[in-house]
Nanobody
Framework: QVQLVESGGGLVQAGGSLRVSCVASGGTFSRYHMGWFRQAPGKEREFVASISSSGDSTYYADSVKARFTISRDNAKSTVYLQMNSLKPEDTAVYYC?????????????????WGQGTQVTVSS
């Protein structure tokens, strides 16, 4: 069983930056493909970014490409999401998740374990 704990969310003005983190425990972190998803009020959860187990491959939703950067530190069992040039439409609860296989990195149904989420609010 893998446990994931996100942190780093908060309130930021439009154009600002935030970095959210997710620490994993209970498994072999370096084997896992990791993803970030988000869910805004009244909307379905959507893919944001993902990273391969080695960190060599990354994937992004078009809406965040060139603004967000996903990275990982396998020694710390942590995955990060650096968010720059934030927009009000980025407001959501951000979740990290574990994918054991990395076959379809943008598909939330491929992910097996989820954190509790961290709120990111961007004011205009």
């Amino acid at each position: 069983q893998v446990q994931l704990v996100e942190s780093g969310g908060g309130l930021v003005q439009a154009g600002g930056s935030l970095r959210v983190s997710c620490v994993a425990s209970g498994g072999t972190f370096s084997r896992y493909h990791m993803g970030w998803f988000r869910q805004a009020p009244g909307k379905e959860r959507e893919f944001v970014a993902s990273i391969s187990s080695s960190g060599d491959s990354t994937y992004y939703a078009d809406s965040v490409k060139a603004r967000f950067t996903i990275s990982r530190d396998n020694a710390k069992s942590t995955v990060y999401l650096q968010m720059n040039s934030l927009k009000p439409e980025d407001t959501a609860v951000y979740y990290c998740a574990v994918d054991n296989y990395g076959v379809a990195p943008k598909n939330q149904y491929e992910y097996d374990y989820w954190g509790q989420g961290t709120q990111v609010t961007v004011s205009s």
